[in-house]
């Protein structure tokens, strides 16, 4: 992606209106707002290079030059159900999306598949080849779920204290579509009751079909449990969101979406200086002033300073805990305390590869790849994948995974013919009887992280026997080498848990839940605020809402009031689409 360091000529640090701690997607998005608001903005990236968990880099240059690979953030879903891409005009700054139809594929271990495809209708004929009555269910049961989409997602692109945005993102399609879900006491007791099950218990409700509720289970343990966690029936829509709004990746990997919105900050005037870690929050009677960098570098903000980082590395690892103390007596032990990262992260392999996968036992077909690839044998494979982790142990005995080939849908990713494999597998950070050895005392060796690839390329060759002699080079991330390079607790890509008791108002914590913190001028955005993780570009749009709030709030209330009443006057013109 960025092979060129970024610089920026800083000549007098008070000229910042803004410092925003960390350029992942957040901040940058967060950044792009309050330069077109006006503002001057510093980013300040503890990385070579801008991105966080968004990043496309040529990583293997000597074993595989010319292979891009996206070393986390692949399928973009969350931010299509905003309006980022489009107010932030990111198609001018050099960002193109593909959109991948089909979005998934799941060989089953008896030669079955699940192919879903963008269109519903074609994906119901799939599933009908095995059995008519789940192909009808799946109809209805995509029908409910993007109904529930359509009716949430005005809350998921405002600020949840925000009443005036939440009414705002309105109109009459997702009306009729909350009305649909809860428009009486039964319907909505019906989806509460949804909204506390488990994505295992509504699956086994819907579906007779182990190669449909398999894949199903899989997307919805995406949310960083196993399928069976209660109060997570959520997880059970991801499938759905492949249909609407879609499925889509950059051109040239996750790493343009960064890029462009680094082109966007640029022409902006904003700054992002990279190999910068912020190492303290400078805070002088109960307001930020600006933050201290590794190697004693201070830079000072007029108005704020943001955090791309989640409450807990920003209070607990670069606030003096007498600066919170002073504020909030009960704060600190609360982030330390009440804040849940579970143990459940990510070992990430990248290949280089001679040639394509071919699915040889199940009728291979190259539009398989296009899609995200499950290895997702059984409801129980995928408890197993996800409840191991919980408890410490490495799930690799029968190793379930998410596969891309990203470079079937863009082949600039590879050089003529040849082809990146993204691989995700999950395991734990801390692993159980191992403490104090490896990298942070985690238990991960480089042998060990080999080791584990090594039975996760098995396991993928039972289904794609061509794999392991297409193997050019390979790249194995642990845990815990991720939690470094993310600088996340637990290496959570997600910041914080996307459980129930940690999502909307309670993010991270109900008092700090607004993106405001009882710091004067200290905001927060990223991954561990509403509406939580993925590539979205919300928490930074919503942060930088409230940041523009809090310094003119009454002009900011009418131009809220103003988008809302124009909102509901289109709505009751009705647009066509389900948007
Ligand atoms: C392997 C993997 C696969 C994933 N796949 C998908 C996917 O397919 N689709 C999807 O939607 N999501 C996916 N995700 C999740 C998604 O990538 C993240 O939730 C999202 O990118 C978080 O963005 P963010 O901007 O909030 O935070 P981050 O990307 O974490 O950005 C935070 C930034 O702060 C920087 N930073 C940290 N500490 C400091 C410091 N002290 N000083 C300065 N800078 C600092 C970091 O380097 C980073 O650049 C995946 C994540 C992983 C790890």
Known sequence: MLTQPIY???????????????????????????????????????????GGAATTEECLPKEAPG???????????????????????????????????????????????????????????????????????????????????????????????????????????KFKDVLAVAGSVNKTMDFVRNMLSSAEDILNEWFDSEFLKAPLARLAAEMGVPPSQKNLGIGAMMM??????????????TGALVQALVNLVQSQGGAILTEQQVEKVLIDDNKALGVRVDG????????????????????????DKNDVDAVEPNLWSRLERRIINNNETILKIDLA??????????????????????????MAHIEEAHSKCMIGEIPDVDPSMYVVMPSALDPSLAPSGKHTLWIEFFAPYQIKGAEGIGL?????????????????????????????????ARRVESPAELGERLGAYKGNYYHIDMTLEQMVFFRPLPEL????????????????????????????????????????????????????IMGMMSSVQGIGNRE
């Open 240 to 253: 759905a969101m492949r249909h609407y709004p879609g499925m889509a990746r950059p051109l040239g990997g």
């Open 513 to 564: 839940a607004n993106y405001k913190t009882p710091i004067e001028g200290l905001f927060l955005t990223g991954a561990g605020t509403h509406p939580g993780g993925s590539i979205s570009g919300m928490p930074g749009r919503n942060c930088a809402r409230v940041f523009l709030h809090s310094q003119q709030p009454v002009v900011q209330t009418l131009k809220d009031a103003r988008n809302t």
């Open 67 to 173: 292979f891009k690979f996206n070393l986390c953030a692949i399928d973009h879903e969350f931010i299509h159900l905003g309006p980022v891409v489009q107010e932030l005009e990111l198609e001018k700054y050099g960002l193109k999306y593909l959109e991948c139809d089909p979005v998934v594929f799941c060989p089953h271990p008896d030669g079955k598949y699940f192919l879903g495809h963008k269109s519903v209708e074609k994906t119901c004929a799939e599933i009908a080849k095995y059995s008519e009555r789940d192909a009808q269910k799946y109809a209805e049961y995509t029908d409910y779920w993007l109904r529930v989409i359509n009716g949430i997602s005005p809350m998921f692109n405002a600020p949840p204290n925000s009443i005036i945005d939440i009414a705002g993102n309105f109109n009459l399609n």
């Open 296 to 319: 004693g570098k201070e830079y000072r903000a007029k108005y704020g300073v943001i955090s791309n980082i989640d409450a807990q590395r920003l209070f607990l690892q670069m606030v």
């Open 8 to 50: 920026a000529t800083i000549t007098n640090m008070q000229n910042y209106d803004v410092i925003i701690i960390g350029a992942g997607h957040n901040g940058l998005v967060c950044a792009a707002y309050l330069l077109k608001a006006g503002y001057s903005v510093l980013l300040l990236e503890k990385r070579s290079v801008p």
């Open 440 to 472: 942070n005392g985690t238990g991960w060796t480089d042998e060990l992280k080999h080791k584990v690839a090594d039975r996760v390329i098995e396991k993928m060759a039972d289904y794609v026997p061509n794999l392991k002699k297409s193997i050019i």
């Open 353 to 378: 590869l001679d040639e394509p996968l071919i699915f040889a036992h199940h009728q291979h077909q190259d539009e398989y790849l296009i899609g995200s690839i499950l290895i997702a044998d059984s």
